[in-house]
């Protein structure tokens, strides 16, 4: 234990930071070999300008991020005389990869024929994006400050067991014969005291012995690994405006998803902020949503189309043992990797199911921490949360099947789709703004638990509003986007209030409840 009286000089690598830069760059490595194929194989983009211009552009984003998070993370170290405090994790944006290829860019590239266009839509998208969470930096830690923890928690859980593991987890299946020795080796490690020989990082060896057994089985090709590395050159990003402006000189139909979707990046950071103080490193959102904001624009500047953010995952990597020199670590390699167009060799030499385990584990741990974090009394609130999450993901995956079989919901009909016991209308609706839609939901199921009706007066009323516009619940943003839904939260409102007005006496907090999380509302904003 550190005398109280002496100052904290952590370091700047730990043993168990071995372990977290394995897991955590196995993490940024799947993303960034993912949006490498969207790149190639959806918007048939030409590979010099994937691997010359859009790799090494956001290996500049995250180098940069992740150093400064180490930064903050050694700043917070040092003000509260601590060696435990972990870096927040930091990659490209997940679910916005998916987004910008499929909603922005796919349909211009199949109106047009043309990928360098539909590429200039999507930086144009992502420095949007980045605009939006810089000014989401000034009005987040008070959304923040007033959100109970079950509604932060829940919705990033659900977005973390939809987008984050259901993907993998199919991956996985593909190949179990490879995907569940890993996955075991990394639940040994990562969830129990039990160590390796020699204390080795259970990361790498779970890597390890998956491309083991994919090369022994035959999974991998030499021939593939050979091609993949005729193609390794160096490029270094350089400023792109004229791809931004052209880009920029059609924004307005990007508006459409891009405001709810900078809300929701600024939203999501605010979740992930909160799942690190839940952790017990209690961050300033505002400097990490500045940069957060920074990385998505410089990024978009340099040619990516890719925004970047902190990711779900903080508290894993913790338990991990990661301090603050796994996440600059990571930065580094992935920024080296980028910049020498390593990732096609690197998809050659690495089976998919030895890399995705490791994101089937986030989703496990995120998933359990909205509820061990939260008190028992909110669980329903925490699951009201999951559930647009749910929603939306279902709705993607009918949405890309029934566009695989070369048609669509609108097609097929409401009619026949309900008649096959598909409730699809419904679950889109509920779906659309999900993370904001669930920090709604669930805020409104707490505050009715706690029997504090105006505070879920307040947030029904939040929902109408939003609703209104188009950020939940509705295709676009727009006047009176879906008016059926923001008059159900109005008529919930009406509810609260009359419930309000009997006057009833707020639950009280069970033995061992933290008091914090009974309230309306708590400070959670450290100084800078």
């Known amino acids: 234990m550190t ?49 010359g211009v859009i790799l090494p552009a956001l290996g500049i984003a995250l180098v940069g991020g992740n150093v400064y998070y180490t930064y903050l993370a050694r700043k917070l170290a040092v003000r509260e005389n601590r060696t435990d405090v972990t870096a927040m994790p930091y990659g490209p944006s997940v679910p916005h990869m998916f987004i910008v290829i499929f909603v922005i860019m796919l349909p211009i590239y199949l109106t047009t024929k043309d990928p360098v266009k539909a590429w200039t839509a999507g930086i144009a998208w992502a420095f949007i994006i980045g605009v939006i969470v810089l000014i989401g930096a000034f009005v987040g830690p008070y959304i923040r400050k007033y959100t109970p923890r079950a509604a932060l928690l829940g919705t990033l859980a659900g977005i973390s067991i939809t987008f984050i593991s259901m993907n993998p987890a199919g991956n996985m299946w593909k190949a179990a014969w490879i995907a569940l020795p890993v996955f075991g080796l990394l639940l040994v490690g990562l969830l129990t005291d039990v160590k390796l020989p020699f204390n080795l990082p259970i990361g790498l060896v779970a890597l390890l012995a998956g491309t083991a057994i994919g090369w022994i089985g035959g999974v991998m090709s030499v021939p593939d ?10 490029a270094f990003p350089h400023l792109k405006f004229d791809l931004l402006i052209d880009g920029l000189t059609d924004m307005a139909p990007l508006l459409a998803t891009a405001i709810p979707l900078g809300v929701y990046n600024f ?13 017990g490193d209690r961050y300033n959102l505002r400097s990490v949503l ?47 990797l980028c910049f020498f167009g390593l990732f096609g060799l690197l998809g050659a030499i690495f089976p998919t199911a030895a890399i995705v385990p490791i994101l089937l584990y986030i989703g496990l741990l ?52 309900t008649g096959a016991g598909v409730v699809y209308d419904g679950l889109k609706t509920l779906g659309e703004g999900a993370i904001l839609a669930g920090l709604v939901l669930g805020a409104i199921v707490v505050f009715i638990i706690d029997k504090r009706f105006w505070h879920a007066a307040i947030f029904a009323g939040t929902g109408a509003a939003l609703t209104f516009v188009g950020l939940i619940h509705a295709p676009k943003v727009q006047f009176n986007a879906n008016g059926q839904v923001a008059l159900g939260y109005l008529f919930l409102t009406v509810v609260c209030v009359l419930f309000a007005l009997t006057r009833p006496a707020p639950r009280v907090p069970e033995p061992g409840e933290d008091p914090e999380e009974a309230p309306a509302g708590r400070e959670t904003v450290p100084a800078a």
């Open 290 to 336: 500045l940069a957060d904001g920074a990385g998505a624009v410089i990024g978009s500047c340099l040619g990516s189309p890719f925004p970047p953010a902190v990711y779900v995952g903080h508290p894993g990597w913790k338990a991990a043992g990661g301090r603050t020199g796994y996440s600059m670590a990571t930065g580094v390699v992935i920024a080296l």
């Open 267 to 279: 939203t999501e950071a605010m979740t992930n902020v909160e799942s690190a103080a839940t952790a």
């Open 3 to 51: 005398p109280a009286n002496s100052a904290v000089k952590p370091a700047y690598w730990v043993r168990g930071d071995t372990n977290a830069f394995f897991g955590f760059g196995v993490n940024v490595l799947v993303n960034v070999l993912t949006l490498t194929g969207l790149c190639l194989g959806v918007i048939k983009l030409p590979a010099g300008d994937v691997f």
């Open 366 to 417: 995120i998933g359990a921490q909205a509820f061990q974090a939260t008190p028992r009394a909110h669980a329903a609130a925490v699951v009201a949360a999951l559930v647009p999450n749910i929603a939306q993901w279902a709705t993607g995956q009918m949405d890309n099947a029934l566009a695989a079989a070369g048609t669509t919901a609108a097609q097929v009909g409401n009619d026949a789709l």
């Open 225 to 234: 690994v050979t091609a993949a590395a005729k193609d390794i050159a160096f």
